[in-house]
Structure formats: C-alpha cells, structure tokens
C-alpha cells in the first residue's frame, strides 16, 4: 500500500503536473518503499511526463525500457529516437527493433537510422543487437553480391588475400562478429608462440605482418568488447597486444605502453591493469609508438616524464615529448605548448610569438579553451584603424604613393593605429601566423603586441605587400623619413584628396 508521500505524488500526476508524473515514472521503474516495480506503469507515467517537456523521462524511456514493453505502447517510437540520438545505446537497439520488425512501412531515413543504432549497438556487444543485425544482413544482401569471406589462417593462401578479407571483416563486421570470425585463429597461431614480447625476443620468434595485424585486430576489439572484470579474457587480450606489439603494430605498442603506464593517452590514470606502473617498459613502448607517428604516444610520454613518483622525472624531456606531439598535431600538446610558452615569456619576448603558434594550431581543431587564451595574447582591437576607415580608397593611391597605400591597407586589415601603421617594419614583423607590432624605438608612448594573422585574405595581402617593403629601408632614416615627414605626407595627400586634387 502506498504510503502518504506516495499518494500525493499519486494525486499529483493523475492532476498533470508533469514533475509528479517524472517522479512516480521513477518509483514504478526502479521500486519505491511501497509500490511494486512495474515497467508498463513506469512507461506509462514517463510517457505523460515525456509529452509535457521532461528530458529526463525519455532518457529514462531509452536506457531501461525494453521492446518487449515499447512495443506494446503507439507512440513511443519518437522517445527512443531521441534517446539515440543523445547518446543511449540501450535505445539505439529499442528504436531499431520498433523499425525493423514493424511490420509496416517505415520511411528510408528512419530505417537508415535505425541500422546505424543497431550497428552500434552490436559494437557495444548487446546480444539482441548482433542477433538482429545479423539477421538484416542476410536480408538486404543483394542477389549475388559477396559477404564478407570467412577468414583463413594467416599463413595459408596468398598473403595479400588474407589482408584484404581481415580488412574487410573489421571494417564492415560489428565487434562481437569479427571476434567470432578471427579469435579462433589468433589462439591458433599463439598456440606454440612465445607469452609475452620478453620470451618472443628472447627465443627469437618473428610473426609475419599478417599475424601481427590478426592479433593487433583482435586485441583491440577485445578491448572495446569486454568485461574489464574478465580476468581471463583480459589476459589473452594483453598477450595478444604484445606479441603484435613485438611484431612492429604501433597501435598495439602504443596500447602496451599506456597498460604498464596504468594511465590512459591524456595522461588520466586507470584503476586496472598491472598492480604498479612499470614506467620504465611504458617509456619503451610508446617511444616505438610515437617514433612510427603516433602523437598520442609523444603526448603520453610528456605525462610520464612528469610524474613525480617517477624515478626519472624530467621536466626537459617532458617538454621534448610535448613539443613533437604538437608538431604531430595533437591539440592538447598544441594547447599546453601555447600556454607554456606564454607564461615564460618574461625570460624571452619571443616566446609570445610560439605562444600564438600554438594556440592558432590547436584552436583550429576545434579547443575552445586556446581561443580563449588567443583573445588574452591577441586581442582584437577594431577600433584602433578607425583613423583609417573614412580615407579613400587604397586602390586609387597606389601609383602615385604606392608605400604609404600599403600601409594603409596593412592598418586596415589588421587593425593598427596611426603611428603603428606608419612606422612598422612589415618584413621584420611578419611572423607567418601574426604581426609583431614593435615601433618602441621610433615612437616611446607604444607597446609591443601581437595581432594574428586570421584569414587567406589577410595573408595574401600580407605576403604582397610584403614584398613591396623588401628593397625599401622601413627604418626612419630610409626613403619614407622619420614619423613626422610620413605623418605630414599623409595629412597632405589626405587634404588634397578632400579638395579633389591629384597628388603628384
């Protein structure tokens, strides 16, 4: 019998209030202190507060209500799409199963959809998923087209064939099928192999590539598969990493560093594997990894070399590593070289110049926090040009005054003032990725500062210009004389251009 806050939660949703529905949608489904669980009442209750606004509900809706219950109920199709699309596997399988065993029509978008869920699904290792999938695929296999071929014994046949059918199996398979198709044969070939890389090196065993690739395959589906309780399954899975480790797999290497490390590649550290971190063998596998391209290996290795717990805690090497996983392009290296940079460069006035570098790089890839900082090294100063945005048109001055033109169009496109415009040395400022705006030897009341360089515009107007300036002296003893004569030429052809005249 329901107890008093019960009934009023009770009474409440039989009202419409929609959070008293949520709440006893959540009672039904896991149990209350009184009230039996009951899934069809749950769906019930979730399904009103779902129709009212309750994000909640649906995502309750996908990840706990199966289709045996969903079926039963019109209209709960849109639930578990949405649940999808937010990220629920659980609801991905639901949707598929109201789409691909309805037997109506269903629309050629939301059956696309929902093969993808099941797809992924059966990635994830539900059972109903790699059942049903496998059940699509024998359907809608057109006549006389090709299923993936059962693999054979990597050193049977031509090699070259054997490669092309393991590629197509882990392409086109989901991971549960692909294990059953290739698991046989990597516990074949390990049968009589070495158990770990130490024995393997030691009694000089060589696999070929095919086996090397096999077991790197296996290795990796197993461990987006698996129980991590598995203790067994883990254990083959980590033979299996080394031997194709061994055999030259960086991807495999990369995963056998990272297992010794007990760390994952952003350097966050992991509860399972070994009972202590071997960083010594970590440090050897991911070097393999990292110098056969793999950033994330470099990267790893930045966060080893500054564990403190490590015996040979370099922060130099530290940065070495985080510095070629930069120039690999890995935006997290990119991010903390950027911001490594900026925070030393009081011991060198050049190093915001890399900081920018940096920061452009892994901002380009989408890391909203070095945007932030490029807005703190770099700030967009539009109102600094506003001298320059009433004059003419730079086009109609390029004959007559072709260096000052230029500069007027350099302060236009990157925001500078007066006196930088004037002033600046382009070729010396030109920095590739920025302008460094320096004219403190010329002008005493400025700053130094960076301004990006953003756009293709910007930098084919960059490059043009700057090969304008490269036979010109830009200093104040060249052809353009100091700030006061190329301030008075300006206010001059400025004047004359007011009162319509032709500058000579």
Known sequence: MANREELGMIRGARAGDAECQ?????????????????????????????????????????????????RQNPGMLPWYERAWDAGVTQAGLVLAQLVLLAPEAVSAPLRAKAMQALETAARAGLPDAVRLLGQQRRQVRPAGSAAVPPLAPPDCGDAGSHRTALTQAWEKLPRPLFLAQALPLARQLVHDAP????????????????????????????????????????AERQRYCELAAFGGDRAAQLALGLWFARMTCDGVRVSDGIAAANFKRAIRWLTQAGEQGLADAWFALSRIYIKPEFSQRSVAEAQACLERAAGMGHSGAQLECGIHAWRARRGDEQNDVRAAYWLQQAAAQGAKEAEAALLRIAPDT?????????????????????????????????????????LLDVCAADQGHCLVVDIRASYGRSKRRLVLVRTAQQRQALDRIARLFEAVDCSVDGPEGNYRQRLYRLKTWQAAEDDGLAVA
């Open 22 to 70: 949520l709440a006893l949608g959540k009672l039904y489904l896991f149990g209350g202190a009184s009230l039996p669980q009951s899934q069809p009442t749950a769906l019930h209750w979730l399904n009103r507060a779902a129709l009212q606004g309750r994000d909640e509900a649906w995502r309750l809706i996908g990840r706990h209500v199966g289709f045996e219950h969903a």
């Open 382 to 422: 539009p109102d600094a040009a506003a001298w320059a945005a009433g004059l003419p048109e730079v086009r109609e001055w390029q004959h007559s005054q072709p260096l000052l033109s230029a500069r007027i169009e350099l302060a236009q496109l990157f925001g500078l003032t007066r006196a930088e415009a004037l």
């Open 195 to 234: 158990q770990d890389a130490e024995a393997a090196r030691a009694c000089g065993w060589q696999p070929t590539p095919d086996q090397v690739l096999l077991l790197a395959r296996c290795a990796q589906a197993m461990a987006e598969t698996d129980d991590p309780g598995d203790q067994a399954r883990q």
